[in-house]
């Protein structure tokens, strides 16, 4: 992997003793990866603040721009967890996330929402398929780990705002259902393309996926099924939002 | 005074019976100027936050446009307050807030920052004028209303963060501070001028500064000191940046 940010410890002195720490975080190569994985989720929280913020002017009314500024500030909210966490763990949590900042901003100027309705199906969309995928890496981690970015993709009650506004807008011009579809598509071909640039270059995380002695990890069949599960979400939020996938 | 979003109660049900609001409230023209003061401070929050999280894209790194990110989502906080006791009066919020949309946004577009400094400085200047008008007018109102007004004022400790950065970035080059403390009195000006918009166009707010009959108001002679006081704490805020006023 590239430089580590765990060699520039926090400056607000928040690291616990090693002794704090699940017994698994003795094994640098996981504390790396863990960091590496925290540094991920924390930017693309970061960027989703600023993406939702920027949607929000798009707003048809300020009860719409309110409500993209609340799922903002929830955004937020889990972004300053995970900062808290990585500081817990050592690491200067600004050095973690700048290993993703590229590939996120690539993924965000590709994806720049035409108007009101591709950014909320960006939204929802984008956002269910990172919160699906770190789950399933989440599920290879300590609990305390697990439990922090569980809590962190959590739904704040978003989707359901996203799901009745966009459904709303096809029943009242069906035309625009073509187009939102295509977008969905492109959303998830462009998502794919960053994922795969970062497995490229951040060896500690896939070396997560693909587990250690004491660990379980991922083999090439894992790794595919893993994909179609995330397919499949894809596609179900596509139908949810009265989309074809 | 224009229409009356009173005439539109919040779909939430929120509303307290009349009973329980303080006495002031069965005043119809003071309920109509405390929805009023209300919306207006509801909605430069909202747009404090809009202005925040654009700025932080300015950011020189991570770290700063994380503490801007912070800002704003304290500033989306305060708002949801004062939307929640706009539904508690009988009002619909985003009703109350409209009336202060086109003053609020023309006060931005005409002070967009040209780079992070001048948004550091606006952030300061602004919100303090802001938060020493609305004060001001807090003065005159019942205490519940009063309380609320001054907690959704508080600095969520933005201030010494811009401070810090603003004497660093002047005492790394000087030059700079001549294009800052231009750039603060022209705020200073385009502020005085959309307030004087909103009190021509708003009875009811400029009724209850001055008065009525079992409330005390505002004579001309203590107007004119209430700007002398605005104009030299803005001139004390200058100085603390290191600016000329």
């Given at each position: 992997?590239?430089?580590s940010?765990l060699?520039?410890?926090d ?6 003793s090693?002794s ?14 863990v960091?590496?994985?925290l540094?991920?989720?924390?930017y693309?929280?970061?960027s989703?603040?600023?993406?939702l913020s ?6 048809p009314?300020l009860?719409d721009?309110?409500e993209?500024?609340?799922m903002?500030t ?7 967890g ?22 996120f ?5 590709r ?9 909320l199906v960006?939204?929802y ?5 990172a919160?699906?995928f770190y ?12 439990a922090?970015?569980?809590?962190s993709?959590?739904d704040?009650g ?5 799901v009745?506004r ?7 011009e069906?035309r625009l259902g ?6 969905g ?5 462009e998502?794919?393309?960053q ?11 896939t ?11 991922m ?6 099924r893993?994909?179609?599960?995330l397919?499949?979400n ?12």
């Amino acid at each position: 992997m590239t430089e580590s940010p765990l060699q520039t410890p926090d400056e607000g002195g928040a690291a616990r003793s090693p002794s704090d720490l699940p017994v698994a975080f003795s094994d640098p190569s996981y504390l790396a990866a863990v960091v590496d994985l925290l540094g991920a989720i924390a930017y693309g929280e970061l960027s989703a603040f600023e993406r939702l913020s920027e949607d929000a002017k798009m707003a048809p009314a300020l009860s719409d721009k309110t409500e993209l500024a609340r799922m903002a500030t929830t955004e937020f909210g889990h972004f300053e967890g995970l900062r808290l966490r990585l500081s817990e763990l050592g690491a200067d949590p600004f050095a973690a996330m700048e290993p993703f900042v590229a590939p996120f901003d690539a993924f965000h100027v590709r994806t720049a929402p035409a108007d009101w309705l591709e950014g909320l199906v960006k939204a929802y969309v984008g956002d269910g398929l990172a919160a699906d995928f770190y789950r399933e890496i989440a599920a290879f981690l300590d609990a305390d780990t697990r439990a922090l970015i569980v809590e962190s993709l959590s739904d704040a009650g978003q989707s359901r705002f996203v799901v009745d506004r966009v459904r709303a807008a096809i029943a009242a011009e069906p035309r625009l259902g073509g187009r939102l579809a295509l977008w969905g598509r492109r959303l998830m071909g462009e998502a794919l393309s960053q994922a795969q640039r970062v497995a490229a270059e951040r060896d500690a995380l896939t070396a997560l996926l693909a587990g250690g002695v004491d660990r379980p990890g991922m083999d090439l069949a894992a790794i595919s099924r893993l994909f179609s599960r995330l397919t499949e979400n894809h596609s179900r939020r596509m139908e949810t939002l009265g989309l074809a996938a």
